[in-house]
């Protein structure tokens, strides 16, 4: 098992699929040796590509499947620079030592500002009217044309994109109703909603912002959308799987709903090549875009610089704030002492075992400590500089260790 500890110019950073370049300025100021590339690469490319590579940053068209993790034998932790993290195996790169960071929550306005573009779109009807006008029609008219103020909104899905949805809607002056199925406190004149049917029966226009897992998988369908009030509207800009195309392209053909606007779907084109295609398409009263829910420079930027610190602090430090599939600890900066990062399995007796090798090594603890996810604990001793790299092999080569990593 390798144990580490080399000049920061060293390190070498892969990030793919264009991000933001302030992040790229952030490792390049940290003295990283940094690879950016604007496209995503394949299961095979990334193999070949990953096999001297430390941190890897990546969005949301990259895989990193176990085929990859099972190369990267270098790779000390990943960045997500999107919310989601469904397109890597988090169990494989937690078994492998390898912590997986992401940015839940930069990109949570610009979300909130589309979906409420999206209701005053939907509620005056202004596809029809900005296409009618580019054609030269006149079509100056109040049907099919509302405020949004006194309607009722409904969110499925309280975090924190939900939440600011809540609170630019009541700022429009429109009533908000809210189902999470985690206990919320409601944000301004919110009110909570036990039942989603009755959330559903209740609401003009439903906007969905829930996660993508088993459970949301098809949450909206056919029985769902007929609790809706006829001539309701139905937003996603959550995740794709979560609404049932079929059901929704059927309710839109029977008027049973007046319109829908979607920003993500059930498959999406993997490049800019790839032609999209839906059957919600050509549809006067369906707003698509094409995920761009997050895609705003001040989002882009907000991810960039947070995944980015935070994929520079546990490289510097060891600091482990915001995995998501590791043991999450922050730690102090490191002031006269050697830190070592010990990876382990997470079954009794491996701190016995660490603390009696190195009390019989002579070697003083100046600070430990002990976090635990699943079946993976993360231990981490700030130790007098009389520890050497004798020793800390000696470390690795307990049956219990993972992988250990020394910051001298």
């Not at 469904?86 to 960071?101: I, K, T, W, Y």
């Amino acid at each position: 098992m390798a144990v580490t500890s080399f000049p920061k110019n060293k390190i070498k950073v892969l990030l793919l699929e264009g991000v933001h370049p302030q992040s790229v300025r952030r490792f390049e100021d940290e003295g990283f040796d940094v690879d950016s590339r604007v496209g995503a690469l394949d299961e095979k490319e990334l193999t070949a590509a990953i096999e001297d590579v430390h941190i890897l940053g990546i969005r949301s068209k990259t895989r990193i499947t176990q085929a990859v993790l099972e190369k990267a034998n270098r790779l000390l932790t990943v960045g997500a620079f999107c919310i989601g993290t469904n397109q890597m195996d988090l169990e494989c790169a937690s078994h492998r030592g390898v912590p997986v960071f992401n940015a839940p929550y930069s990109n949570t306005r610009s979300v909130a500002e589309l979906v409420m573009t999206y209701i005053g779109m939907l509620f005056r009807g202004l596809y029809t009217k900005i296409k009618g006008a580019h054609a030269g029609e006149w079509s100056k008219t109040t049907a099919g044309s509302t405020e949004i103020r006194g309607k009722t909104l409904g969110i499925i899905g309280y975090g924190h994109i939900g939440q600011q949805v809540s609170v630019l809607a009541e700022a429009f002056g429109m009533r908000v109703l809210y189902y999470d199925v985690v206990d919320k406190l409601s944000m301004g004149n919110a009110t909570r909603v036990i039942d989603i049917r009755d959330l559903m029966e209740r609401s003009d226009v439903v906007s969905l912002h829930v996660p993508g897992t088993p459970d949301t998988e098809g949450m909206i369908g056919e029985k769902q959308i007929g609790w809706m009030q006829e001539g309701a509207f139905l937003l996603n800009a959550s995740r794709g799987t979560v609404v049932d195309i079929d059901a929704l392209t059927a309710a839109l053909d029977s008027a049973r709903l007046a319109g829908a606007a979607l920003d993500v779907f059930p498959v999406e084109p993997k490049g800019k090549g790839e032609k999209f295609r839906s059957p919600l398409q050509g549809r006067d009263n369906v707003v698509l875009t094409p995920h761009i829910g997050g895609a705003t420079e001040e989002a882009q930027r907000n991810i960039g610089l947070e995944v980015a610190g935070k994929l520079i602090r546990y490289t510097n430090n060891g600091s482990t704030d915001g995995a998501v599939n590791f043991p999450n600890e922050v730690l102090p900066e490191m002031r006269d002492h050697h830190r070592i990062l010990h990876i382990h399995k997470n079954v009794p007796g491996v701190l016995q075992k660490v603390n009696t090798m190195f009390g019989e090594a002579g070697i003083n603890v100046a600070g430990q400590y002990l976090r635990t996810y699943e079946d993976v604990g993360y231990l981490i001793m700030d130790t007098d500089k009389s520890a050497t790299r004798a020793m800390i092999k000696q470390l690795s080569e307990l049956p219990e260790s993972i992988k250990v990593r020394a910051l001298f």
